[in-house]
């Protein structure tokens, strides 16, 4: 998961790293100079002093003097070199603007290329530079760590920005919850809602499920057997075509037989088709959801975050559902989507079958998007 981003941001770390070393040795080598200057003054001052008396005194007593004067200045210097070695050590290295400037461009060029959208890499790099600038780094501190912990919370920041707690939405919302999917051809919508089905039914909410793709050959016998799998009621048509009718009369089955939660499928449709994106909207009106999902796949990268916006932008959307970050090696949708929708991710699918969902929390995101 997400290895090729992992891989990407290793340039950036490496940079930064090496630039702090190199200040840092720069500033050791000026430390140690000037330890070294100031060794030799002290050195200098007892030999002058007592070099008057040794010249006072005659014969072997006075050399013996001399000899035993040279060898406590030797030791001065050894003890004053380690002492300004450990200082060394402790030498702090202050990162400025410049000294980032190429680190900083190297990230930007690692979050595009891993298909983050632009004003989210933008904001990114904006906060990992708050973060570096000014800040005092000891040159034996980890400088790994220090560019993790900086990457982390400008991450964290942007993937936490409009966090949603679905568990607690449908535990307070009046029953039944309506929840709609929507979203383009084969990222996983069906799969989703079945999915979704599971979670709640192992949370103790009952849930119908509504066939509301009309459109696709076969897409009502699909969530059949997803039903039938997890032994929960669908409510489909027969031959209908309305789908707006279909989920309408799901709600209707969910209020009889007082039912937690209505899950909706529609066909999957591209925001270009103006049909079907009336058709969309004709749902949204009559079934006046709790929830409209979007549902797209992790691996379109940009192509998903941009439907996401569009969708949004013809009928919004309450959160999305980012499918197949199992496969994805890049994780820019994931980073981006909420960004640049302003809604939250609800959910992430990890793989093909029920129990390969995720409840969105940044820090697990975050874990996998810099993990080893
Ligand atoms: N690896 C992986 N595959 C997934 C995930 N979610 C769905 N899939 C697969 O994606 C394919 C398409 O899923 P569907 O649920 O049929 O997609 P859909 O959006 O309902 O498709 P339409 O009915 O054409 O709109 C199936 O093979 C699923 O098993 C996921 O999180 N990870």
Redesign the pocket.
């Given at each position: 998961m997400f290895n090729r981003f992992k891989e990407r941001l290793k340039g950036f770390k490496e940079a930064v790293s090496t630039k702090i070393q190199e200040k840092g040795e720069a500033e050791a080598k000026k430390a140690e100079a000037k330890a070294a200057d100031k060794s030799n003054a002290e050195e200098k001052r007892p030999t002058q002093d007592k070099g008057g008396a040794v010249a006072a005194k005659e014969g072997k007593a006075g050399e013996e003097e001399a000899g035993q004067v040279q060898n406590n200045g030797a030791k001065a210097k050894q003890s004053f070199t380690s002492r300004a070695k450990s200082l060394i050590f402790e030498q702090e290295v202050v990162l400025d603007e410049k000294d980032l400037a190429d680190p900083l461009w190297e990230l930007e060029m690692a979050l595009m290329e891993s298909d983050v959208a632009l004003p989210v890499a933008e904001t990114i790099v904006a906060t990992v530079r708050d973060e570096l600038v000014g800040r005092k780094k000891k040159i034996r501190a980890d400088i790994g760590e220090i560019v993790e912990e900086a990457l982390r919370s400008a991450l964290f920041k942007v993937l936490s920005e409009n966090y949603f707690d679905v568990d607690e939405f449908i535990a307070r919302a009046d029953k039944p919850v309506k929840i709609v999917f929507v979203?383009?051809?084969?990222?996983?919508?069906?799969?989703?809602?079945?999915?979704v089905a599971r979670y709640l039914r192992d949370r103790g909410y009952s849930v119908v499920l509504a066939a509301g793709?009309t459109f696709?050959a076969g897409?009502v016998e699909?969530i059949e057997v997803h039903a039938k799998n997890l032994e929960v009621k669908l409510v489909k048509h027969k031959d209908g075509k309305d789908p707006a009718a279909v989920i309408f009369d799901a709600v209707e089955y969910a209020k009889a037989h007082h039912r937690d939660v209505v899950l909706a499928?529609t066909?999957?449709r591209l925001h270009t088709n103006i049909n079907l994106m009336d058709q969309m909207k004709k749902i949204v009106r009559v079934v006046d959801p709790d929830l409209l999902i979007f549902?797209d796949?992790a691996i379109a990268g940009n192509d998903a975050v941009e439907r996401a916006r569009l969708f949004n932008e013809a009928v919004p959307i309450d959160g999305t559902i980012l499918?197949?970050?199992?496969?994805d090696a890049k994780g820019g949708a994931a980073i981006s989507i909420s960004h640049i929708t302003g809604k939250p991710v609800l959910f992430?699918?990890?793989?093909?079958d029920y129990p390969?969902?995720v409840k969105f929390e940044p820090d697990w995101l975050l874990d996998r998007l810099l993990g080893s």
């Amino acid at each position: 998961m997400f290895n090729r981003f992992k891989e990407r941001l290793k340039g950036f770390k490496e940079a930064v790293s090496t630039k702090i070393q190199e200040k840092g040795e720069a500033e050791a080598k000026k430390a140690e100079a000037k330890a070294a200057d100031k060794s030799n003054a002290e050195e200098k001052r007892p030999t002058q002093d007592k070099g008057g008396a040794v010249a006072a005194k005659e014969g072997k007593a006075g050399e013996e003097e001399a000899g035993q004067v040279q060898n406590n200045g030797a030791k001065a210097k050894q003890s004053f070199t380690s002492r300004a070695k450990s200082l060394i050590f402790e030498q702090e290295v202050v990162l400025d603007e410049k000294d980032l400037a190429d680190p900083l461009w190297e990230l930007e060029m690692a979050l595009m290329e891993s298909d983050v959208a632009l004003p989210v890499a933008e904001t990114i790099v904006a906060t990992v530079r708050d973060e570096l600038v000014g800040r005092k780094k000891k040159i034996r501190a980890d400088i790994g760590e220090i560019v993790e912990e900086a990457l982390r919370s400008a991450l964290f920041k942007v993937l936490s920005e409009n966090y949603f707690d679905v568990d607690e939405f449908i535990a307070r919302a009046d029953k039944p919850v309506k929840i709609v999917f929507v979203g383009v051809n084969g990222t996983g919508k069906t799969t989703s809602i079945a999915k979704v089905a599971r979670y709640l039914r192992d949370r103790g909410y009952s849930v119908v499920l509504a066939a509301g793709d009309t459109f696709r050959a076969g897409a009502v016998e699909q969530i059949e057997v997803h039903a039938k799998n997890l032994e929960v009621k669908l409510v489909k048509h027969k031959d209908g075509k309305d789908p707006a009718a279909v989920i309408f009369d799901a709600v209707e089955y969910a209020k009889a037989h007082h039912r937690d939660v209505v899950l909706a499928d529609t066909a999957g449709r591209l925001h270009t088709n103006i049909n079907l994106m009336d058709q969309m909207k004709k749902i949204v009106r009559v079934v006046d959801p709790d929830l409209l999902i979007f549902v797209d796949e992790a691996i379109a990268g940009n192509d998903a975050v941009e439907r996401a916006r569009l969708f949004n932008e013809a009928v919004p959307i309450d959160g999305t559902i980012l499918t197949k970050t199992d496969a994805d090696a890049k994780g820019g949708a994931a980073i981006s989507i909420s960004h640049i929708t302003g809604k939250p991710v609800l959910f992430l699918g990890v793989g093909q079958d029920y129990p390969d969902l995720v409840k969105f929390e940044p820090d697990w995101l975050l874990d996998r998007l810099l993990g080893s």
